[in-house]
Nanobody, 120 residues
Framework: QVQLVESGGGLVQPGGSLRLSCAVSGSILSMNGMGWYRQAPGKQRELVAHITSGGTTTYDDSAKGRFTISRDYAKNTMYLQMNMLKPEDTAVYYC??????????????WGQGTQVTVSS
């Protein structure tokens, strides 16, 4: 059973930093692309950052220059370093992964989400 578990969320002041982690476990043949999404109340879930199996990264315009996505392949863990946080970054952040669990079987998995609140 494949599981994605996020951690590292919390309450921070504007201008502060947080580092989110996503630990992947279970019967995994291979991991393909991974990404961080966020969803604020009343808004659609949006892609914040994405990283391919080869390490190529992309960011939403709102995250460029402030957020950094990375992967630790040995630990099957993905990270999102968030600096210079703004109140508008407040949302539930979700880990997403495209995982091959068998030959010709690829499944999109989501974590349970972790709350990030940026407020004075």
């Amino acid at each position: 059973q494949v599981q994605l578990v996020e951690s590292g969320g919390g309450l921070v002041q504007p201008g502060g930093s947080l580092r989110l982690s996503c630990a992947v476990s279970g019967s995994i043949l291979s991991m393909n692309g991974m990404g961080w999404y966020r969803q604020a109340p009343g808004k659609q879930r949006e892609l914040v950052a994405h990283i391919t199996s080869g390490g190529t990264t992309t960011y939403d315009d709102s995250a460029k220059g402030r957020f950094t996505i990375s992967r630790d392949y040995a630990k099957n863990t993905m990270y999102l370093q968030m600096n210079m946080l703004k109140p508008e970054d407040t949302a539930v952040y979700y880990c997403n992964a495209d995982i091959s669990v068998g030959a010709g079987i690829g499944i999109i998995y989501w974590g349970q989400g972790t709350q990030v609140t940026v407020s004075s």
